[in-house]
């Protein structure tokens, strides 16, 4: 097998990553090549071995990274999720328990996902409720002023309520997709095989 055949079989194995994880991947290996140079090219796919255990290793390795370090924003913390539930695949498991473990998932996902939604609809019927009595409150002061100046009022602090808790939507649903993905990360981490790439187990979760 050629460093070129390696890399295609490597790429199509890494195809299901997020697009951030798959291209590191690709330069890590890539250096990994330039590095060992062309007359060392078959002593290099050796040491690394199959391009599959390779892929299996470096996806395992990206879900455990979430352990110690867990996704900041919610953008990453959905691909954290998925590169954990990749490794869970990935993991040197019986089917049936890979079944059981991405069923176990799948049910976390789902409450996670209503938690979320809750919250969200929540801080959306607020903003909407406040719009809504704000242009009423304006239209309402020049028939009743007092009730229109008070409708306008409560209408604000619907806004501002609604902001507020936007915001805290926001950062409750990043907090929770980070601790999934730390759970997924330590699942992986209970049935990863020892390996030797530690500069690849280092830079895999990086980027930001």
């Known amino acids: 097998m050629t460093k070129n055949e390696y890399m295609k079989t490597l790429s199509h194995s890494l195809r299901r990553l997020p697009k951030e994880d798959f291209d590191r991947a690709l330069e890590y290996f890539e250096e990994y090549f330039a590095e060992a140079g062309p007359e060392n090219e078959k002593q290099a796919i050796q040491d690394l071995g199959s391009p599959k255990e390779a892929a299996k290793e470096l996806i395992t390795s990206l879900a455990a990274k979430n352990v110690t370090d867990p996704p900041n924003t919610v953008k990453r913390g959905i691909s954290a999720v998925w590169v954990g539930i990749l490794g869970i695949c ?3 498991i019986a089917l049936p328990l ?8 799948l049910m976390l ?19 909407a409720s406040g719009i809504i009595a704000t242009g009423g409150g304006v239209a309402l002061i020049f028939s009743n002023f007092a009730n229109g100046l008070a409708t306008f009022g409560i ?5 501002g309520v609604g902001l507020i808790a936007s915001h805290a939507f926001y950062c409750f649903a990043g907090w929770l997709i980070a601790r999934f993905s730390q759970l997924l990360g330590r699942i992986v ?3 990863k095989p020892t390996n030797d790439h530690d500069e690849l187990k ?7």
């Open 90 to 92: 990935a993991a040197p």
């Open 98 to 105: 890979i079944a059981v473990l991405l069923l176990l998932v």
């Open 109 to 127: 996902v789902l409450v996670i996902f209503m938690c979320v939604l809750c919250a969200f609809l929540f801080a959306v019927s607020l903003l």
């Open 155 to 159: 209408g604000l602090i619907f806004i």
């Open 189 to 191: 981490t209970k049935k």
């Open 202 to 208: 280092e830079s895999g979760r990086n980027a930001s």
